[in-house]
């Protein structure tokens, strides 16, 4: 008798003691809503019913995609859910389709708490980026792989990304977001193919990530602040990017970003901001460049005030973006070009406040060169090449 009452009674008291752990998730397997591993039947329809039952309830739910090939189509998960903790586990892969109808292909709009642990997104976009580069023309623009707009407590870990069509992975609108583990991976001249791209966000999170793609690794966009990016490996790629800001007359501005400790191999760009040569209200503050290691990057520091593809829409007219206390310190290792710090910034809005310390950049074994226009700043301990500041 005793034999069997203790373990009920140690059950009991553990399911009260713990209530977090005794509310085990419900889990939804994608499989018992239809979804076909087979890597040719559409499974959208299922991962929207799972997405239905998982948002419909109030505890936290999972959504489990076990291992194998999943074709999508788009597919957007919506808003307005009574769950505030829903997670997508996924051991397989999810496969786009190549029609490239839509502007985006995995899209979480108005979602609070969702987590994405693990899986494989493939963009499956060599075709189209064969087709853009070919110069023909008349290629459709592709889907962004995953897109998370206007929704806030996002955790992304453990995913990777391959051949998207457009960008990768962007961060539109939202608050509280947490990107860890992430490997992107395109090749080195597929367009448009952006790693991570964020903006109008607050209190984004990028860590431990590897991204190799044909445009900017990361790209911050207008009405960024509080972002922190840390440990990532970038290249090739076009580098880390706060641009282009001030495409828009009245634009919101960039303010208190750290990047550290970032390795940049064969990339176009290491630390690069970049704004159009035409009147905004942008601006971009308070922003910390640290612990950078350039590997053959063309130009590792860089400020590009004077943005303006074709010469179109920008005639005569300096950039309206503000661009003040920003800061480069301990950036060491090699450029690619003998210009290793370029600071080019708008004739009517010079940068103010730059800030470089403990720098050290060469080329081809030699000392490189460090170009200022319109640049204004201090430079503390040792500094290679020599500050134009
Ligand atoms: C700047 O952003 C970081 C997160 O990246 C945050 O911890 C810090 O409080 C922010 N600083 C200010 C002054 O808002």
Known sequence: MKLVIFPTLLAVILFYSMPNAALAAATFNVLSFGAKADGHTDSAKAFTSAWAKACALAQPASIVVPQGRFLLGSVTFGGQCANKAISFEIQGTLVAPSDYSKDNWLMFEHVDGVSILGGV????????????????????????????????????????????????????????????????????????????????????????????????????????????????????????????????????????????????????????????????TGFVRHV??????????????????????????????ASGVKISDVTYKNIHGTSATEVAVNFDCSPKNPCIGIKLEDVKLTYKNQVAQASCVHADGATLGSVQPDSCL
């Open 121 to 280: 997104l493939d963009g499956q976009g060599t075709s189209l980026w064969n087709c853009k580069n070919s110069g023909k023309g008349s290629c459709p623009s592709g889907a962004t792989t995953l897109q998370f707009s206007n929704s806030k407590n996002i955790f992304i870990s453990g995913l990777s990304s391959l051949n998207s069509q457009l960008f990768h992975i962007v961060i539109n609108g939202c608050q509280n977001v947490k990107v860890q583990g992430v490997t992107v991976t395109a090749a080195g001249n597929s367009p448009n193919t952006d790693g991570i791209h964020v903006q109008g966000s607050s209190d984004v999170t990028i860590l431990s990530s590897k991204i190799r793609t044909g445009d900017d690794c990361i790209s911050i966009g207008p009405g960024t602040t509080n972002l922190w990016i840390e440990n990532i490996a970038c290249g090739p790629g076009h580098g880390i990017s706060i641009g282009s800001l001030g495409k828009e007359q009245k634009e919101a501005g960039v303010q208190n970003v750290t990047v550290k400790t970032v390795t940049f191999t064969g990339t176009q760009n290491g630390v690069r901001i970049k704004s159009w040569g035409r009147p905004s």
């Open 288 to 317: 910390i460049f640290q612990d950078a290691i350039m590997v053959n990057a063309q130009n590792p520091i860089l400020i590009d005030q004077n943005y303006c593809p074709d010469n179109e829409g920008c005639p005569g007219q």
